[in-house]
C-alpha cells in the first residue's frame, strides 16, 4: 500500500498540465456521503453528490452534506455533476450544491427523476438536469468541448438505472463502478455490462475505484429474484393482513410484490409520500407495471377483509414519520395491526439503525402481529457485489491501479487486500481515505501528496442555511448533561458583588443534597470573581469564560459531567 503525506499543501493551486486529482470529499472511511472531486487543469466535476442521514448524537439535524470547500478556489471552473445512481447518499447532497453551483447534472432517467423531484421541493431550476441513456457518453471540461468524456455503463443495483461511469482523460481511462452487483437473472433483464468492462480492460485501463459494501460476504450475492420464494411464502402463511416494509426506491422489490399481490388477490395500499412518488415515477417511465385497480386508498381500506389487503409502507429502518411507525401508534383508520396480521421487513438494517428496527417490530408483536421470517426463505438480496463479483470485476478491468472505494477503512482495506490476492502488487493498490489526494500523471506515474479541507455540513430543514457543528455538540451536550446557569449581580461603580450569586439547572443531576451543592457551585463562582484580576472584571467576555472554566472544573471533578456552563453577569439597577 501507498504511503500517504499528512497534509496536501499546495491544493489551492490550479493542477499541472498533465495531472489529474481524484479526491473523496464524502464516502470513503465511512458509508454515505458520497462525492469524489475529479480536477485537471482544464476539467472540474463530481461524481455523486450524496448526504449522510444523522444519528442519535446529532439532535435536530435531519441531514449531512459534505463540506465543499476544497472547491471555493476554483469556484468559477466547476463544470459538472455527473451521477451514478439515485440513491440518498448519491443524490442527497444536490439541492445544497446547486444553490452554490448551479451546474449541469447527467445521470439515467430513473435517477434524474428522483433529483428532480428533489430539486422542485428546494425551488431549484430542473433544467440544470440532461438524461444520459445506457451506454451514453458526455464530454466534459473545458468549453472548447471537453477533454474528458463520460459513459455510463449499466450495472444491476437495488435501484433502476444504476451505472458504472468511465472516464476517458488524458491520463488515461478510468473506471468507477458505482454501487454494484453481477446479478445473472435481473427482473428488469438489464445486465451488468461486463461485455463492455472487459473491452476496456482488454484495450487498457488506468485505475479503477470500485465498491467495496460487501467485501467482506463471500461468494456472491444472492439474485434478485431469489426473494420472490420467501415473500410468496408470506403471502401464503398470512391469513390477515401482510404488511411489508422496504426500500421506496427499490423498485424491482416493489414490483414482485405488486405481481404477488395480483396473484394472491390482494388489493395493494400504499402508506408513505416516498412510495408514491417513486411509484409514480417508475411508472411514468415504464420501470414498473402497476394495473389501475390494484391499488386501494388507505381510507378504503376498511372496505375489504384482511386477508384482500396488501400494505406497502415505508419505515424499514424504523423511522419515527414512517408510514410504519403511524401504523404502529395506530394514527391510520381503518388499517389497525392486529392479531392474525403479519410484519414483513424486506431490507438490510443500514448499521446504526438496529435498535430503532428492533423496537418498531417488538410493537408490532405487541399489537399480536408475526414478524418472524423463520420459514419463509430470503425476503431481501442485497444490491451490492459479494467478494466473488468484486474479483470478477478487477479481473474483467484489470486495472494499472486498483482503489477500492465506498465504505469504512476497514472495508477499503480487506478489499486493496482482495486485489492483492488476485496478483496486484501492494504499489498498484492506493487505499485513499476521506479528503486525501490521488495524483494520476503522464505514463504510469502516480502519487498521494495528502489531504485536503473536508468535514460535514449539518443540515436543519427549519432553518434556510447550514447548523454550526458547534451548534449540534451544544444540543447532544444539553441532551446528555443539561445546562447550569449562574447569576452575578454587580454594582457598576465598584464593581463588587451586591449579592451571592445564584445557581440554576436544567437537565443536571446534582449530588444527593442539592441545596449544598448548590452553595458550593456559588461559592465557587463569588471566589472566582472576588479573586479576578480588575482587568479581567472589566472585560465582560474574559470574565463569562473565567467562570465557565472555573464551574466547569469544580462540576466535572465532583460529578463526572460535562453540562453547558452559562455565566451570566449582570449589573444591579438603581445602583
Same mark, same amino acid.
Given at each position: 500500500?501507498?504511503?500517504?503525506?499528512?497534509?496536501?499543501?499546495?491544493?489551492? +493551486?490550479?493542477?499541472?498540465?498533465?495531472?489529474?486529482?481524484?479526491?473523496?470529499?464524502?464516502?470513503?472511511?465511512?458509508?454515505?456521503?458520497? #462525492?469524489?472531486?475529479?480536477?485537471?487543469?482544464?476539467?472540474?466535476?463530481?461524481?455523486?453528490?450524496?448526504?449522510?442521514?444523522?444519528?442519535?448524537?446529532?439532535?435536530?439535524?435531519? $441531514?449531512?452534506?459534505?463540506?465543499?470547500?476544497?472547491?471555493?478556489?476554483?469556484?468559477?471552473?466547476?463544470?459538472?455533476?455527473?451521477? *451514478?445512481?439515485?440513491?440518498?447518499?448519491?443524490?442527497?447532497?444536490?439541492?445544497?450544491?446547486?444553490?452554490?453551483?448551479?451546474?449541469?447534472?447527467?445521470?439515467?432517467?430513473?435517477?434524474?427523476?428522483?433529483?428532480?423531484?428533489?430539486?422542485?421541493?428546494?425551488?431549484?431550476?430542473?433544467?440544470?438536469?440532461?438524461?444520459?441513456?445506457?451506454?451514453?457518453?458526455?464530454?466534459?471540461?473545458?468549453?472548447?468541448?471537453?477533454?474528458?468524456?463520460?459513459?455510463?455503463? &449499466?450495472?444491476?443495483?437495488?435501484?433502476?438505472?444504476?451505472?458504472?461511469?468511465?472516464?476517458?482523460?488524458?491520463?488515461?481511462?478510468?473506471?468507477?463502478?458505482?454501487?454494484?452487483?453481477?446479478?445473472?437473472? &435481473?427482473?428488469?433483464?438489464?445486465?451488468?455490462?461486463?461485455?463492455?468492462?472487459?473491452?476496456?480492460?482488454?484495450?487498457?485501463?488506468?485505475?479503477?475505484?470500485?465498491? $467495496?459494501?460487501?467485501?467482506?460476504?463471500?461468494?456472491? $450475492?444472492?439474485? +434478485?429474484?431469489?426473494?420472490?420464494?420467501?415473500?410468496?411464502?408470506?403471502? +401464503?402463511?398470512?391469513?390477515?393482513?401482510?404488511?411489508?416494509?422496504?426500500?421506496?426506491?427499490?423498485?424491482?422489490?416493489?414490483?414482485?410484490?405488486?405481481?404477488?399481490?395480483?396473484?394472491?388477490?390482494?388489493?395493494?395500499?400504499?402508506?408513505?409520500?416516498?412510495?408514491?412518488?417513486?411509484?409514480?415515477?417508475?411508472?411514468?417511465?415504464?420501470?414498473?407495471?402497476?394495473?389501475?385497480?390494484?391499488?386501494?386508498?388507505?381510507?378504503?381500506?376498511?372496505?375489504? /377483509?384482511?386477508?384482500?389487503?396488501?400494505?406497502?409502507?415505508?419505515?424499514?429502518?424504523?423511522?419515527?414519520?414512517?408510514?410504519?411507525?403511524?401504523?404502529? @401508534?395506530?394514527?391510520?383508520?381503518?388499517?389497525?395491526?392486529?392479531?392474525?396480521?403479519?410484519?414483513?421487513?424486506?431490507?438490510?438494517?443500514?448499521?446504526?439503525?438496529?435498535?430503532?428496527?428492533?423496537?418498531?417490530?417488538? +410493537?408490532?408483536?405487541?399489537?399480536?402481529?408475526?414478524?418472524?421470517?423463520?420459514?419463509?426463505?430470503?425476503?431481501?438480496?442485497?444490491?451490492?457485489?459479494?467478494? /466473488?463479483?468484486?474479483?470478477?470485476?478487477?479481473?474483467?478491468?484489470? &486495472?494499472?491501479?486498483?482503489?477500492?472505494?465506498?465504505? *469504512?477503512?476497514?472495508?477499503?482495506? #480487506?478489499?486493496?487486500?482482495?486485489?492483492?490476492?488476485?496478483?496486484?502488487?501492494?504499489?498498484?493498490?492506493?487505499?485513499?481515505?476521506?479528503?486525501?489526494?490521488?495524483?494520476?500523471?503522464?505514463?504510469?506515474?502516480?502519487?498521494?501528496?495528502?489531504?485536503?479541507?473536508?468535514?460535514?455540513?449539518?443540515?436543519?430543514?427549519?432553518?434556510?442555511?447550514?447548523?454550526?457543528? @458547534?451548534?449540534?455538540?451544544?444540543?447532544?451536550?444539553?441532551?446528555?448533561?443539561?445546562?447550569?446557569?449562574?447569576?452575578?449581580?454587580?454594582?457598576?461603580? *465598584?464593581? /463588587?458583588?451586591?449579592?451571592?450569586?445564584?445557581?440554576? $439547572?436544567?437537565?443536571?443531576?446534582?449530588?444527593?443534597?442539592?441545596?449544598?451543592?448548590?452553595?458550593?457551585?456559588?461559592?465557587?463562582?463569588?471566589?472566582?470573581?472576588?479573586?479576578?484580576?480588575?482587568?479581567?472584571?472589566?472585560?465582560?467576555?474574559?470574565?463569562?469564560?473565567?467562570?465557565?472554566?472555573?464551574? @466547569?472544573?469544580?462540576? @466535572?471533578?465532583?460529578?463526572?459531567?460535562?453540562?453547558?456552563?452559562?455565566?451570566?453577569?449582570?449589573?444591579?439597577?438603581?445602583?
Amino acid at each position: 500500500m501507498m504511503p500517504v503525506a499528512p497534509e496536501f499543501t499546495s491544493w489551492t +493551486e490550479t493542477p499541472a498540465d498533465d495531472e489529474l486529482r481524484l479526491i473523496p470529499i464524502g464516502g470513503l472511511g465511512e458509508f454515505g456521503m458520497n #462525492a469524489l472531486v475529479v480536477h485537471s487543469a482544464r476539467s472540474l466535476f463530481l461524481v455523486d453528490c450524496g448526504q449522510l442521514f444523522p444519528s442519535d448524537d446529532q439532535p435536530g439535524i435531519d $441531514s449531512i452534506v459534505p463540506d465543499f470547500a476544497y472547491l471555493e478556489p476554483f469556484a468559477d471552473r466547476l463544470q459538472a455533476v455527473l451521477l *451514478t445512481h439515485g440513491h440518498e447518499d448519491h443524490i442527497g447532497a444536490l439541492p445544497y450544491f446547486l444553490r452554490r453551483w448551479p451546474v449541469p447534472v447527467y445521470g439515467t432517467a430513473f435517477t434524474l427523476g428522483l433529483v428532480e423531484g428533489k430539486l422542485r421541493e428546494h425551488g431549484i431550476d430542473a433544467d440544470l438536469l440532461h438524461p444520459v441513456p445506457d451506454y451514453g457518453r458526455v464530454k466534459v471540461g473545458h468549453e472548447d468541448g471537453g477533454e474528458i468524456e463520460a459513459q455510463w455503463i &449499466p450495472v444491476t443495483h437495488s435501484i433502476p438505472d444504476a451505472c458504472a461511469l468511465v472516464l476517458h482523460t488524458p491520463q488515461g481511462v478510468l473506471v468507477h463502478s458505482g454501487d454494484f452487483k453481477i446479478d445473472p437473472d &435481473p427482473l428488469d433483464s438489464r445486465h451488468t455490462g461486463m461485455d463492455r468492462l472487459k473491452a476496456l480492460g482488454d484495450a487498457g485501463v488506468r485505475l479503477l475505484m470500485a465498491d $467495496s459494501t460487501n467485501v467482506g460476504r463471500p461468494g456472491r $450475492s444472492p439474485s +434478485e429474484s431469489a426473494c420472490r420464494e420467501g415473500l410468496e411464502a408470506a403471502f +401464503e402463511q398470512t391469513k390477515g393482513r401482510l404488511f411489508v416494509t422496504t426500500f421506496s426506491s427499490n423498485i424491482h422489490r416493489l414490483q414482485t410484490l405488486i405481481d404477488l399481490a395480483y396473484e394472491f388477490r390482494r388489493r395493494v395500499v400504499l402508506l408513505g409520500r416516498s412510495l408514491d412518488r417513486n411509484l409514480a415515477l417508475a411508472r411514468s417511465l415504464k420501470r414498473l407495471a402497476l394495473p389501475d385497480d390494484l391499488l386501494t386508498d388507505p381510507k378504503d381500506a376498511h372496505l375489504f /377483509d384482511p386477508d384482500e389487503l396488501l400494505v406497502l409502507c415505508t419505515g424499514s429502518q424504523g423511522e419515527p414519520m414512517s408510514g410504519l411507525a403511524r401504523l404502529l @401508534r395506530r394514527e391510520v383508520k381503518g388499517l389497525p395491526i392486529e392479531p392474525g396480521d403479519r410484519l414483513v421487513v424486506s431490507a438490510r438494517a443500514i448499521p446504526g439503525n438496529e435498535v430503532a428496527i428492533s423496537r418498531m417490530l417488538d +410493537e408490532a408483536e405487541r399489537l399480536g402481529a408475526e414478524t418472524s421470517l423463520e420459514g419463509l426463505g430470503p425476503v431481501h438480496a442485497s444490491g451490492h457485489g459479494s467478494r /466473488d463479483e468484486l474479483a470478477d470485476l478487477i479481473r474483467a478491468v484489470r &486495472p494499472a491501479q486498483m482503489v477500492p472505494v465506498h465504505g *469504512t477503512y476497514r472495508n477499503l482495506r #480487506a478489499h486493496g487486500k482482495l486485489a492483492a490476492s488476485l496478483g496486484w502488487p501492494p504499489e498498484r493498490i492506493s487505499l485513499l481515505d476521506g479528503g486525501l489526494c490521488l495524483r494520476l500523471f503522464g505514463g504510469d506515474r502516480v502519487d498521494m501528496p495528502g489531504a485536503v479541507p473536508v468535514g460535514k455540513c449539518f443540515v436543519s430543514e427549519g432553518v434556510d442555511h447550514m447548523v454550526d457543528a @458547534r451548534v449540534v455538540k451544544d444540543r447532544l451536550i444539553l441532551q446528555e448533561d443539561g445546562v447550569v446557569f449562574a447569576t452575578l449581580l454587580v454594582d457598576p461603580q *465598584t464593581r /463588587d458583588l451586591v449579592a451571592e450569586p445564584t445557581i440554576l $439547572s436544567r437537565g443536571f443531576v446534582m449530588l444527593s443534597d442539592d441545596e449544598a451543592y448548590t452553595e458550593l457551585l456559588a461559592g465557587v463562582a463569588r471566589k472566582t470573581y472576588e479573586e479576578a484580576p480588575p482587568e479581567i472584571r472589566k472585560d465582560g467576555e474574559a470574565l463569562r469564560d473565567t467562570l465557565r472554566l472555573a464551574l @466547569r472544573r469544580v462540576i @466535572r471533578k465532583t460529578t463526572q459531567t460535562r453540562p453547558l456552563v452559562i455565566p451570566v453577569v449582570l449589573e444591579a439597577p438603581g445602583i
